[in-house]
């Protein structure tokens, strides 16, 4: 016997020992001690980012191991009679421990070497990418959805197939929904109502058993729906009695307490975790379908429909109705169609592009098997990417059209900097970060940022909290370019780090592991703003911290006119650590009231994206074309000063401080004897003020009014950004 089979046999031995414990009389009150000390949200007035801590806590179970009792217990009739408190705190500590031990082998199969030894830092992105590494991914990382998004995006993603889940089920799929809404509703009044009466002192000494109990009668008064109707969707999502869940044998075999979460006593039903039967609601009915073949092709319609109506709702609450395509066809002659993006954004000279799927993970990948992971991984996310690669280069290429799904054709900009490619998962797809990180396949085009792997759920969390197009596009920008650095279980959890710290990883750092409790400000505002939760609307970080200062209104005034070249400033200024955006917004407002004192011109320069680039600002009472050439000549020299690629140049305005105009210079640094002998570069390089030295001329092209606008909407300038 190798030593991994040995490993495998003590986890076998490991689940076999927990199977005896959870099939014990009254292990139920075990199981709902556990789950109100693990998910059980206590705050007084409005919740606070402290009050959602414990749930990252290492020592609480997830919500997979809580099934695994739940499913271990119904092997055998269910006993619910009280048992005594040490019994009960047995149970307890047993079952923990039992349950850390099958972690702990799991880990101990991944290094097969000697106990306790780490792999080479060299093999690291191997042993990331195996089957038993990817297992234990599965089956411990975090949830990639809320319950409420399971809940609410379930009428949306099966409405139309409501006709054949009436006809076939009894029920509306919105009525399941408001089913399922209610019940939260009552558990969470009950299990809190329990808590509270419990002596605190002595916790193994009553039980919290009622708190999870609701009778259908319950869920009737509040929500006026016919009994019957009630009747069936409970149901229709209860374990099924006299089912003894015989193949549930292993951590991750299929389970169908997991399936079919509501567990029936008498007249009542049990009911541990909200988010079980709210995530059944949204993948039930696919499998309901199967059932009728003939309805699967239409079904499948349906599911891609969806997929693509959502990614095209959130994108135009970031970017705007104009600014967003869907079914848009690639065409090189009238009648050849190269391709189909599902959705497509343009913003000044940037572009998204979509590419959707409705793919889930196999049972046989849920238990580290690499070819169903790799197989599974290509259907789900590589067939995406191709297609949005394959697209986007074709983007690129001038002799190719787009047009709608109505024949109208679509004008590109006139030229395209970078294109974001998303690969969108309809599904929550376990483990999906580290499965994108290793295995995806690529090849590196110019212009063409690293597709970024989501689910419709984080693009729901995206476009929610970052609603505004550079915002949002600085992160998918931000994100793209960590794919291979930063690793967590989830995507809600880089994006959450985000929102409260700007993600930023500093040059040779090779990975940067986030743990889930670096998105708890985020799971707060989601909850604050889809149910209701008294406590802060948006998340302290960024989108608080930076807004209120001189520059964040900088960044609003950007995006009103995606300029190009603006929007190039607005992504390195975004990238700007916090001390340095207050402390220039500082000198800004500085700047500005020295000049309306004096009435003279006043400047700050700064370098910018690691003294790549950087930007001047001025801030003067001169006339527009006086000073064009002051703040074009600054920029020049600058530029040279610093040997940068591009310098960014910006006046404004000293009563508002709203951006008067701005601009870019770019290209390679060459030695330039002419502009060391001006009087401006000596006395740049002296570090003297410029406010007394004629700045020269510096020769830019003029853009008339009736000249396409350089933003590339394909209007005039007078039409578009001229003003």
Not at 36 to 65: C, F, Q, W
Not at 294 to 312: H, K, L, M, V
Not at 429 to 436: E, G, K, M, N, V
């Amino acid at each position: 016997m190798t030593t991994n089979q040995a490993l495998k046999q003590s986890e076998r031995e490991l689940f076999q020992e927990l199977e005896g414990l959870c099939v014990a009389p009254g292990f139920i009150h075990a199981i709902a001690y556990i789950n109100t000390r693990d998910n059980l949200i206590a705050y007084a007035g409005e919740m606070k980012i402290d009050d959602l801590v414990p749930l990252h806590s290492r020592d609480r179970l997830v919500r997979n191991e809580v099934n695994v009792l739940i499913g271990l217990m119904v092997k055998r009739e269910i006993n619910y009679v009280l048992p005594d408190e040490a019994t009960l705190k047995s149970y307890v500590e047993h079952s923990q421990l039992l349950l850390e031990k099958i972690h702990d082998a799991m880990w101990r199969s991944l290094r097969p070497k000697e106990k306790g030894e780490i792999p080479d830092v060299n093999d690291l992105n191997d042993a990331l990418s195996s089957g038993e590494t990817m297992r234990e991914a599965i089956f411990y990382g975090g949830e990639s959805a809320y319950a409420f998004h399971y809940r609410d995006l379930a009428p949306l993603r099966y409405g139309r197939d409501d006709p054949w889940i009436m006809a076939h089920m009894g029920f509306s799929i919105k009525d399941a929904a408001a089913v399922v809404k209610v019940v939260g509703h009552l558990l969470n009044e009950k299990s809190t109502d329990i808590f509270h009466s419990t002596d605190r002192t002595r916790p193994f000494s009553q039980t919290f058993l009622p708190g999870y109990e609701f009778s259908a009668a319950e869920v009737v008064a509040k929500l006026k729906l016919p009994m019957e109707t009630v009747e069936k969707i409970l149901t229709t999502f209860a374990y099924p009695e006299g089912n003894r869940n015989a193949q549930f044998n292993a951590v991750d075999d299929r389970n169908i307490a997991a399936i079919l979460p509501l567990i029936k006593r008498d007249d009542r039903y049990i009911l541990f975790n909200i988010y079980d039967l709210s995530e059944v609601l949204y993948q039930a009915p696919f499998f309901w379908i199967l059932s009728d073949k003939n309805y699967q092709p239409i079904a499948q319609e349906n599911r891609g429909a969806f997929t693509e109506n959502f990614a095209e709702a959130r994108l135009v609450s970031v970017f705007g109705r104009a600014n967003v395509k869907v079914n848009v066809n690639l065409l090189r002659t009238k009648d050849t169609v190269l391709g189909e993006f599902d959705a497509l954004v343009f913003f000044g000279d940037l572009a998204i592009v979509v590419q959707a799927k409705s793919k889930q993970l196999t049972a046989a990948a849920r238990k580290g098997n690499e070819t169903k992971l790799l197989s599974d991984f290509g259907d789900a996310v590589q067939k995406a990417c191709d297609q949005g690669y394959d697209y986007g280069k074709l983007l690129l290429d001038p002799s190719v059209r787009l047009e709608d799904a109505n024949g109208v054709q679509l004008t590109k900009p006139a030229t395209i900097s970078r294109i974001y490619v998303v690969c969108l998962i309809a599904d929550h797809y376990p483990a999906l970060s580290a499965q994108a990180r290793q295995y995806l396949k690529f090849e590196s085009v110019e212009k063409l940022a690293t597709p970024f792997v989501m689910d419709v759920f984080h693009l729901d969390a995206m476009a929610e909290m970052l609603d505004t197009p550079l915002y949002f596009l600085s992160y998918l920008d931000r994100r793209s370019s960590y794919h291979e650095t930063v690793i967590a279980n989830h995507e809600l959890n880089i994006l959450g780090f985000h929102l409260e710290r700007n993600l930023w990883v500093q040059d040779g750092f090779t990975y940067m592991h986030l743990e889930d409790s670096v998105g708890t400000g985020l799971d707060l505002s989601m909850l604050v703003r889809r149910e209701n939760v008294p406590g802060p609307w948006t998340p302290p970080g960024i989108l608080t911290r930076l807004q209120q200062h001189r520059l964040g209104q900088v960044i609003k005034e950007i995006e009103r006119q995606p300029n190009p070249a603006m929007l190039a400033l607005g992504f390195q200024i975004l990238k700007i650590g916090e001390n340095s955006f207050v402390s220039l917004s500082k000198i800004i407002e500085d700047i500005m009231r020295r000049t309306m004192m004096d009435g003279g011109q006043h400047d700050v320069s700064v370098p910018l994206a690691n003294g790549k680039s950087g930007l001047t600002i001025h801030v003067n009472l001169l006339s527009q074309e006086e000073a064009e050439q002051r703040l074009a000549a600054h920029c020049e020299v600058r530029k040279y000063l610093e040997r940068a690629e591009s310098w960014f140049g910006l006046v404004l305005d000293a009563h508002s401080g709203q951006i008067r105009f701005g601009l870019q210079i770019s290209g390679p640094w060459t030695h330039d004897p002419e502009l060391e002998a001006t009087e401006l570069f000596k006395t740049l390089r002296r570090g003297s003020s410029t406010k007394q030295i004629a700045l020269p001329k510096f020769k830019a092209k003029k853009i008339g009014r009736n000249d396409p606008c350089p933003c590339g909407s394909g209007k005039k300038s007078k039409r578009c950004c001229y003003s």
